[in-house]
């Protein structure tokens, strides 16, 4: 049994010239999460914005009040040396800082302009998102096989275990992709391993693919043109809640 749906509308694909009142909106019209992608153009071949553009948008967006609560900003880190941007995200209002794993293996520098020989790990690195008082995600990329993080999910210390794990399924880098169920068999065995887990998948979801992201256990979704392009977006929230509660 899957823990209940989150709804995480990525705000890549709101209407930047308005951005705020998209955001406070959208969670008005029932999303729980704003899913905030962050690209550095090295991890990825994408820029998109930094923290100054995430503290304007909180100043429009209520804080959670509780763990995983409504408004949560779900930072998805798309970046080369995530360690580095930890203080200044949480300073932004990031609530959950979820990296890639193809990254922690990274500068253990602690600011932008910090320089360090020495190199971080998935661990640390989660540990360091929660002595900073975040929720830490972890994400892998479609060429990244699953039970490369089996190591960081069965650690003895709580807080060197993500909160969330993501599936991306589509390449990270850019909106509007074609959903890959191929990433799906990844999704199955993290819920069938850890089924209390809080398991996000991100790219090309809606509600056409969404009963299969459903199906093999996903609680928390992501989805982009599929809610800011919708006629009602409301009724698209509801739709892809309903299909994952509905399983749960």
Known sequence: M???AIIAPSILS??????????????EQGADWLHVDIMDGHFVPNLTF????????RSHVEKPTQKYGKGTFDCHMMIAEPKKWVKEFKKAGCDLYCFHYEAASSSAAESPEGQSELKTSPR???????DNGMLAGIAVKPST????????????????????????????GFGGQKFMASELPKVQELRKRYPDLNIEVDG???????????????????AGS???????????????????????
């Open 50 to 57: 930094g923290p100054p553009v995430v503290a304007k948008v």
């Open 124 to 130: 640390e690195l989660i540990r360091y998102i929660h």
């Open 145 to 172: 096989p699953v039970d490369r993080l089996w190591d960081v999910l069965d650690s003895p210390h709580e807080r060197e275990r993500p909160d969330m794990v993501l599936v991306m399924t589509v390449e990270p």
């Open 204 to 222: 090309g979801l809606g509600p056409g693919t969404i009963d299969q992201a459903a199906d093999a256990g996903a609680n928390v979704i992501v």
């Open 226 to 248: 599929a809610v800011f392009g919708a006629q009602d977006p409301a009724q698209v929230i509801s739709l892809l809640r309903e299909a994952v509660n509905k399983r749960a």
């Open 14 to 27: 709101a209407d930047f010239g308005n951005l705020g009142h998209e955001c406070s909106r959208t969670i």
């Open 2 to 4: 899957a823990p209940p």
